[in-house]
């Protein structure tokens, strides 16, 4: 049997992965979608067609209550015609910080403020065919106030333990991949594995 390299063993760089655009065309503009269909130069010399959508980015924030619970949300998503259990999140404004943007839509879903936050990393959930990059952002000494939601915006907010989300995500109840990768962090985080940098929205922006 033919063994598999490392990624050690990997040709350093990826040029010879690499695409290259040739001709780009906007298919559709809408309030929210950037659809484009991009005419692109194959490694081997061959060409080829990409459709993709451009996204601003959004951040997700994961909550975490005194009593070590979690905040979260569910709320009916129209492409999978049912209610979504996930962690709070937003679309990036043009321009925005991803703190700023966790501050604002934290308070606006849920009525929360938090005391400190914590910046993790970000994803990219749909590499096939979007931009979009989520920020991950943890949340702590939360405070509860009014919400502020968007017109037209409908979701109920409430607490759950991670053991709790990790069993829904085992069943299938949670589908969301942002959320799952969340828990993951979160996971990580509690057992030691993985550190995070707790400062006040304030205190973060300024490191920006």
């Not at 000494?141 to 919400?147: D, E």
Request: with cysteine.
């Amino acid at each position: 049997m033919k063994s598999l390299p490392s990624y050690a063993d990997l040709p350093e760089g990826d040029a010879h992965l690499r695409e290259h655009c040739i001709q780009g065309t906007q298919v559709y503009r809408g309030h929210f979608l950037d659809v484009r269909r991009d005419e692109i130069a194959l490694p081997d010399g061959g060409r080829a067609a990409r459709e993709y959508m451009v996204h601003p980015g959004a951040v997700m924030i994961i909550p975490l209550l005194d009593d070590g619970r979690l905040l979260l949300e569910r709320q009916f998503r129209y492409p999978l015609s049912r209610a979504v259990i996930e962690f709070p999140a937003g679309k990036l404004d043009a321009g925005e910080l991803g703190i700023v943007c966790g501050v604002r839509e934290l308070q606006e879903e849920t009525g929360y403020t938090a005391a400190e936050w914590a910046y993790a990393g970000e994803l990219n959930n749909a590499i096939a065919y979007s931009s979009e990059r989520i920020e991950i952002w943890f949340a702590r000494g939360l405070q509860a106030g009014p919400a502020s939601l968007d017109e037209g915006e409908f979701l109920d907010v409430f607490a759950a333990s991670a053991q709790e989300l990790a069993d829904w995500i085992r069943d299938g109840l949670v589908c969301d991949a942002k959320t799952m990768i969340g828990l993951l962090w979160l996971q990580q985080w509690r057992s030691g594995q993985w550190g995070l940098n707790w400062a006040s929205a304030e205190q973060q922006i300024a490191a920006r």
